[in-house]
């Protein structure tokens, strides 16, 4: 029996058992959204296909035959199995459970990340994850990942992202470099040396905005290049330049005075943490669950320190 053929034969038992069930046509008719008449040619369709008489009729009232009540106790279980195993599936596909594949940039990742992965598997203890660092995104297909979450601006690209917050960055030096370069106008930044994250594609070009909300473009000079945020905190602690780091990564460093922050009158713009993932039409509930997690702990509501 083909697909096509077996899929009639179940809809025909499936009205039968609703006749006997229901006890009437009508309701059964009702119950599955068909007419009367329908119900009623779903049956005698069964019983010619079997070639026995299931129902006895008549105008109050259908009563089972012998080989009726013999069909409906086998077949009645067997739908029973069925629709079990369909809500099983289902379930199990809601259910947060597999292996969470993830990626982050180290020192993010390290400090607000992993914390969040460990409640995460308290809280789905089915789920098992496999984690890396890295910050670029042509891992996310290459690799297989669920998903990636990444700082700063995203470029465009094919896949999905979600906001999960911002941060803010500082333009900072080492006292002794400030003591041979001193920095009091943001046309003083042009002299000194850069520390530039080669993951960006004009390390050394931002926009500061000033007193009166004034936008001030500065272009600096980069000496040295790293593709780490530690890297770079690293270089500047040792006074090899000017560099711009998040705050999170360097408050112990501004509290001690191993670094400065450089024209605190001025700002740079708030970057955004980002979740990115693929652009599929079905996300997995595994990963939708760790987005939804993600963003509500690393979000403004959350009860945590401030990222500054």
């Given at each position: ?35 009367k ?5 779903h ?18 009232s ?67 994850i496999?984690?890396?660092t ?9 690799e ?5 979450v ?6 465009d690209?094919?896949?999905?992202s979600?906001?999960?917050d ?40 931002w ?6 909300n ?16 530690a890297?770079?905190?690293l ?9 711009v780091?998040p ?19 001025y ?14 039409s ?10 939804d ?15 500054v």
């Amino acid at each position: 029996m083909n697909r096509i053929a077996l899929s009639t034969q179940l809809h025909r038992v499936q009205t039968f058992l609703a006749v006997v069930e229901l006890g009437s046509y009508t309701k059964a008719a009702d119950y599955l959204s068909i007419s009367k008449a329908m119900a009623s040619l779903h049956v005698k369709a069964l019983e010619e296909a079997l070639a026995v008489t299931l129902l006895l009729r008549s105008t109050r009232s259908i009563a089972l035959t012998e080989a009726g009540q013999d069909f409906y106790d086998e077949f009645k279980e067997l739908v029973g199995q069925l629709e079990n195993k369909f809500e099983m599936a289902m379930q199990g596909r809601k259910r947060i459970a597999g292996t969470l594949r993830l990626s982050t940039t180290g020192e993010y990742g390290e400090r607000f990340i992993l914390p969040l992965v460990a409640r995460f598997v308290q809280q789905y203890p089915a789920i098992s994850i496999r984690y890396d660092t890295n910050s670029s995104l042509s891992d996310l297909i290459a690799e297989k990942l669920d998903l990636v979450v990444r700082l700063g601006s995203l470029a465009d690209s094919d896949f999905k992202s979600r906001k999960l917050d911002d941060y803010d960055i500082l333009l900072v030096a080492s006292p002794a470099l400030l003591k041979k370069h001193p920095v009091r106008q943001p046309a003083d930044l042009a002299q000194l040396p850069w520390i530039a994250n080669s993951n960006l594609q004009s390390p050394t070009q931002w926009t500061l905005r000033g007193p009166q909300n004034k936008s001030t473009e500065v272009k600096g000079s980069a000496a040295h290049h790293a593709n780490t945020s530690a890297a770079i905190r690293l270089m500047a602690l040792s006074s090899m330049g000017v560099a711009v780091l998040p705050a999170w990564l360097i408050e112990q460093d501004l509290h001690s005075g191993a670094l400065q922050q450089l024209l605190p009158g001025y700002s740079l713009p708030r970057q955004s943490i980002s979740a990115v993932f693929p652009n599929s039409s079905h996300l997995p509930h595994k990963t939708r669950a760790f987005i939804d997690f993600l963003s509500k702990n690393l979000g403004p509501s959350a009860k945590r320190p401030a990222l500054v």
